[in-house]
């Protein structure tokens, strides 16, 4: 077994790298069509803690967690284009909502009626899927550490965010056939498509990045002077025991802070790369946490899939009377709907596939998923914990 604190983590260091190393390469990607790379950065450090290769008490995973994921969280929204999100306009952003709505109404009342069956301490676990289903895998891992999900709560619920997803995205592609049948029952604004094209030409695309180690060297303090600061003033809020902790303030704190940092200068660090470095620390994270968790936590997962079924209903159902009542095409309600639950490596996909050219709205709708993820799961955590 290892326990020397550098082992530990040059040995996470090298799972994560051989994980999306065979993601990128060629003739491995496609073993990754089923179950995602963020899967396996999970379950593989999972794995050698379960069998004995990896100490799961070391203290060395806590110290990650603690410093890493503010540090990660800060330069994935630096890259933040507020403004193009705006242009979007207001039915775009209503339909977002609705189905971001959907999400946290679903979890609760679900979570309320599975309560009996899989016990009242997964309460926090459907926080961090609802933060996950608003927002994207950075907001759940940030609201499972926010609101201390249990490792044996956490581990089945990835498992959730790794099936349920990726049916709801097959329903949503195979909805396009009925795209003109449904525009015509709900008599859609089908103009609302083509100022939806002029307002976000160009407005999807991302900037040119330069990865370097000179990048490297610049963005380091930047996270590393977020993530303190961040902390430092955590401490400084009050804290109301099982509701919210000085961490719970250190994340939503951090969150603010790389919002508004991407309204300023500091944004064009994007070109170094601040995005990539935040997902490679994101993903280092991640690797801690399931060091920590347990193998036998993923007993519950078929019964847990079911409430996840039944989270994308109400969610569906939300979207359905908004569309109804705003007379939003149904390429809109498919596209905030995929960039609420699949964030934004799918959402792009799916708007593309309505409506060519249109990729650049999934996207735009999933950063905005980025930016209230962690808030909403946060909200649908003490909501479930009221039950």
Sequence with gaps: MIHHPLLIILTLLAIELLILGLARYERTKSWF????????????????????????????????????????????????????????????????????????????????????????????????????????????????????????????????????????MALLIAGVAWQQAFDRWNGSKRGLIE????????????????????????????????????????????????????????IILVSLLGLALSCTPARRLEQHGASKLGSWLLYFVLTAIGAKASVASFGSALLLIAAGLLIIAVHALFLLVAARLLKAPLFLVAAAS??????????????????????SVGLLLAILGNIFGTYLGILCGQLCRLL
Excluded: C
């Design 195 to 250: 100022e939806l094209s002029n307002r976000v030409v160009e407005a999807g695309q991302v900037m040119q990045q330069r990865f370097s180690m000179g990048g490297f060297l610049l963005l380091l303090p930047v996270a590393v002077a977020g993530s303190g600061l961040s902390h430092w003033l955590g401490l400084q809020f009050p804290v109301v025991k099982d509701v919210i902790s000085g961490y719970t303030w250190t």
């Design 33 to 168: 069509n089923l179950l995602p790379p963020v899967f396996w950065i999970y379950f593989l450090p999972m794995l050698a803690a379960s069998f004995g290769l990896l100490d799961p008490k070391q203290p060395v995973y806590g110290l990650i967690t603690t410093w890493l994921l503010p540090a990660s969280l800060l330069l994935l929204l630096l890259s933040v284009d507020l403004k193009a999100i705006m242009r979007l306009g207001p039915v775009a952003l209503a339909i977002f909502f609705s189905g971001s709505l959907g999400i946290v109404v679903g979890a609760t009342l679900v979570f309320k009626l599975f309560k009996p069956l899989i016990g009242s301490q997964f309460w926090a676990g459907f926080g961090a899927i609802a933060a996950s289903w608003t927002g994207g895998s950075a907001n759940m891992i940030a609201v499972k550490e926010a609101l201390a999900v249990p490792d044996q709560v956490f581990a089945p619920m990835l498992i959730v965010d790794t099936v349920v997803p990726y049916l709801w």
């Design 338 to 359: 995929q960039a609420n639950v699949g964030g934004v490596a799918s959402a792009p996909v799916v708007a593309e596939v309505y409506q060519p050219g249109l990729a």
